[in-house]
């Protein structure tokens, strides 16, 4: 009972560490009652099977850690209008089970090498596996320690020196080292120790956040220009109208909430993520006759020196099975199509500028590994909200630039924006601000909308860019390089934001180096693992 109450308490401290309505100074010894449960079950109870029950309490935890801050899944929709079970089942199982799986190698390694072995190896294999789960289909970063913080940007300044995931390595020191001061005060209830342990835990927790607090108060960086933005909310249910209406009816309430907020010079018009066409989707090949994209360069010859950007549904035909795509799929005898959720920038007697999503939602927009999963799964893609087709993407980011002024703009699009080193890829092209692009309707007013606003901080952050953020049904929001939220819209309102965007082209440490952190800690990860395998090796020779 012991054990699964420390469990319990982990689970609960973890939960409501998490943004939006947590308090996150509780992240810092949130793993600690899980350590002391490991440590427990490992040293001093009489389990027979010792790791199975490390295993499975610690998969209580992140359970309901997973539950409680990504529940909001349950959200989203089936076609018939019901609640999808599976949305979240299946996100929150499988996401659990990895941190559960990762924790069990830190118990592993620890009762074969030693507690401070343990601690090295569990920092490193937590920042490696938070750095895969960035990378490979079945991505979801959402839970990755270092976005607890993103609701409280005064606190994390340094994170533009070492981004999200340098916040991950800060919160798993400081649990570790809390851990470590407990066992040390259990062992010899030393005062003195106790002390000097207390005493540094809250250095390390206090330090980086009083740097931070300097640089948010001298942050004097100089734009090298500024841009007038009208961000476009239109409030499409996308359960009830947005597939079903017409495209040009679609259009003409987005342009005509345009035109009724022009107040002045407007340099951008921002639209969410697929705010065109509706259903179905734009041939790429045929951007230069489409009706819908004409409209709006007529729309821009009304407002000279203005451009349009915005979030479409793509796709781009093939004649030929060679060197199809990879998500290319036949629809007739000799033909064959690839979609994209892309982002285009118009303007006026120019060519329409396209970028293609990069970082795609599993299940939703990509079946991930598709030739071994298909053959079990069938054609049936998990319903989480969106296009259910695996779709196409741009291997580099781009920067669209505006030929009246000087900004160049990232064409962020929803998932992306969870992504800091992958964002930093757009301020390497050029951007001097970030265009997020996003559609958080499907889940209704839950946290998943709040949650993902919050994360674009962490992005102002880590690259110093201003954000100017354009969703459906909301939160719209101007954000600035100090990840301080400017202005914002309600959510569910049909609203326009208008923003006077700062430009800025320097670079930070974050953004020349990327997780950094990250890269160090898998490949201690490596020599940890070398290490160990040398000795038992070793050990083998010395039993000959």
């Not at 001298?218 to 961000?231: A, C």
């Not at 821009?300 to 099975?321: C, D, E, M, P, W």
């Not at 606003?453 to 969703?471: G, P, Q, V």
Request: net charge positive; charged share 15%.
């Amino acid at each position: 009972m012991k054990y699964v109450l420390l469990t319990l308490i982990s689970a609960m401290l973890l939960s409501i560490s998490w943004p939006t309505y947590g308090i996150p100074f509780f992240i810092f010894f949130a793993l600690v009652p899980l350590l002391m449960m490991e440590h427990g079950v490992s040293k001093f109870s009489s389990f027979n099977r010792k790791s199975w029950v490390v295993f499975g309490l610690s998969y209580l935890c992140f359970v309901i850690w997973n539950i409680v801050t990504t529940g909001w899944l349950y959200g989203s929709r089936n076609p018939d209008g019901s609640h999808s079970l599976m949305a979240v089942v299946f996100p929150v199982l499988v996401n659990s089970f990895l941190y559960s799986l990762m924790f069990q190698c830190y118990h592993w390694y620890k009762n074969a090498q030693g507690t401070y072995w343990g601690f090295a190896f569990l920092i490193a294999i937590w920042m490696g596996f938070e750095k895969f789960h960035m990378s490979w289909e079945l991505t979801w970063p959402w839970l990755n320690l270092g976005n607890a913080f993103s609701d409280y940007p005064k606190l994390i300044q340094w994170y533009d020196t070492l981004g999200a995931t340098g916040g991950s390595f800060w919160i798993l020191i400081v649990n570790l080292f809390i851990f470590y001061t407990i066992r040390t005060w259990e062992a010899g209830r030393k005062r003195k120790d106790l002390i000097k342990n207390t005493s540094i835990a809250v250095a390390i927790i206090v330090i980086p956040m009083i740097i931070s607090i300097i640089k948010y108060n001298n942050f004097d960086e100089k734009p090298t220009g500024q841009v007038n933005v009208l961000l476009l909310q239109p409030d499409l249910d996308p359960y009830a109208e947005k597939y079903s209406t017409d495209s040009l009816t679609i259009e003409n309430d987005l342009l005509g909430l345009a035109e009724r907020n022009s107040k002045g010079k407007i340099d951008y018009y921002i639209a969410p993520e697929t705010a065109l066409p509706g259903r179905g989707s734009i041939s790429e090949t045929a951007f230069e006759k489409s009706l819908l994209l004409n409209n709006i360069k007529d729309f821009l010859s009304k407002h000279q020196g203005s451009v349009f950007a915005t979030g479409i549904s793509s796709h781009r035909f093939y004649l030929n099975q060679n060197n199809l795509p990879k998500e290319a799929y036949q629809i007739n005898q000799g033909l064959w199509v690839s979609s994209y959720n892309s982002a285009i920038q118009v303007i006026p007697n120019q060519k329409v500028e396209v970028y293609h999503k990069g970082k795609l939602v599993p299940g939703v927009e990509i079946f991930p590994y598709m030739n071994v999963l298909k053959p079990i799964l069938g054609d049936a893609m998990l319903n989480l909200g969106g296009t259910v087709a695996s779709l196409g993407t741009d291997k580099e980011r781009v920067a669209f630039s505006n030929p009246y002024n000087k900004g160049k703009l990232a064409p962020i699009i929803c998932y992306e924006s969870i992504y800091g080193e992958f964002v930093t890829d757009y301020v390497r092209k050029g951007a001097n601000f970030l265009a997020i692009m996003t559609n958080d309707s499907w889940w209704g007013v839950t946290e998943g909308h709040k949650q993902l606003l919050s994360y674009a901080k962490l992005r102002a952050i880590e690259t110093r860019r201003e954000i100017a953020r354009a969703a459906n049904s909301g939160i719209s929001a101007h954000i600035d390089a100090r990840g301080e939220i400017v202005a914002d819209t309600f959510y569910g309102d049909k609203t326009t934001l208008f923003a006077k965007v700062n430009l800025y082209d320097q670079q930070t440490f974050y953004t020349r180096t990327g997780d950094l952190l990250s890269r160090i800690s898998i490949f201690a990860l490596g020599f940890l693992l070398f290490y160990f395998l040398i000795k038992r090796v070793q050990s083998r020779f010395q039993k000959k």
